[in-house]
């Protein structure tokens, strides 16, 4: 689960938002409310990239990315932002 520390909201994916006009993407928001361990607000850490190591482990200062697990969609899908002038607009695509 992913909570920002200066909104004090947690990340959850809203599956049931489709964004028109992409591929396939869907819209994340942030709630106050503490949902616990539910398919929309639980998040897997991943490395973004191969780097060589033998395991799967996350270490300090590599590339991450947050990926659905799977509970909402039968797919992992991909924590992305992208600029929609002025603000900054985050959605979930494959």
């Known amino acids: 689960m992913v909570k920002s520390v200066q909104t004090s909201g947690w990340l959850v994916t809203n599956v049931w938002d489709k964004i028109t006009g992409a591929e396939e993407a869907y819209a994340v928001t942030a709630t106050k409310q503490a949902m616990g361990p ?51 607009y985050a959605r979930f695509s494959r």
């Open 38 to 88: 539910v398919a929309r607000s639980v998040f897997i850490i991943e490395k973004a990239k191969e780097d060589g190591a033998k395991d799967n482990c996350v270490r300090y200062g590599q590339d991450i990315r947050l990926t659905t697990t799977g509970g909402c969609l039968d797919k992992p899908l991909y924590l992305q932002s992208i600029p929609l002038s002025p603000l900054v």
